[in-house]
């Protein structure tokens, strides 16, 4: 029976030669990162001995690598984190810890690692979305929790939630971060949950007053587009997709839409 600094009991299942298995879903998680890094630092030796280290993709092994260091921290600091909010731990020392994460400004951190973890599921080919997206939901509630006046977790969290297909509730999140910081991204953001929520009128209404802003805003005139295109408008998305292309180049899906509206006209 291991035993963890505080005298609680860390409860392990059995043993199989070297592995350790335990009843924690949580450290089982840590524990089999830790093990799979091991494996793969051994098996990338092994093809730099063969290979030589031209032939190499470096770029992508540290990506891989500081994807896989960042889970077995994050899974660390939710372990930690776990602990320290459960109803036997003293009240005293739940407050003296988040003081010390408000001195430390570790909102930041978890900023930083909700945007990581939002970046990572739009690069990778598979992800378990309400996992991934409520763990974002609960880095930016911690970094809120340190630092209430944190702009950035309240729009990371807004985009955690239309992940989720909850576009009301992201909506609000992205309004509190308007409230503490204007910037036209969180504006964009509002009316393209909008346009996912087929609001449609109130999307480009939002769209428009972006616009008022900053009359070559692309984002805003391609996303007029699209809740045009979404209304059944194909004749003003044709318009606005016009507009947006003398701007910038529409990406792959944009330019399908757009060929899809100038069928229908």
């Known amino acids: 029976m291991k035993k963890q600094d505080d005298g609680e009991d860390i409860k392990v299942n059995r043993r199989k030669g070297d592995k350790v298995y335990f009843e924690s879903t949580l450290l089982q998680q840590i524990s089999d990162g830790i093990d799979f890094l091991r494996d793969e630092s051994k098996e990338i030796l092994s093809e730099l001995d063969i290979k030589g280290l031209d032939d190499v993709d470096v770029r992508e092994f540290g990506e891989n690598t500081l994807d896989q260091i960042s889970d077995i921290a994050d899974d660390l600091s939710q ?70 006046s944190n702009a950035e977790a309240y729009y990371l969290k807004g985009r955690a939630l239309v992940n989720l297909d909850k576009y009301s509730q992201a909506i609000e999140e992205y309004i509190n971060s308007l409230a503490i910081e204007d910037d036209i991204k969180v504006w964009i953001a509002i009316a393209n949950a909008n346009t996912l929520n087929e609001d449609y009128e109130d999307a480009i209404n939002v769209y428009d007053s972006v616009l ?54």
């Open 79 to 148: 372990f930690k984190s776990e602990i320290i909010d459960s109803d036997e731990f003293p009240q005293r020392i739940k407050e003296y810890s988040l003081d010390a994460k408000r001195a430390l400004n570790s909102d930041g951190d978890y900023v930083r690692r909700a945007q990581r973890r939002l970046d990572r599921q739009n690069s990778r080919d598979s992800v378990n979305i309400y996992k991934a997206n409520g763990r974002i939901i609960e880095l930016c509630d911690k970094a809120i929790e340190v630092n209430p």
């Open 212 to 265: 008022e802003k900053d009359e070559n805003s692309f984002e805003a005139i391609k996303g007029k587009a699209l809740a045009y295109y979404a209304s059944g408008d194909y004749k003003k998305a044709d318009e606005e997709f016009k507009k947006a292309s003398a701007i910038d180049s529409l990406d792959s899906s944009s330019k399908e839409i757009w060929d899809e509206c100038l069928e229908k006209i």
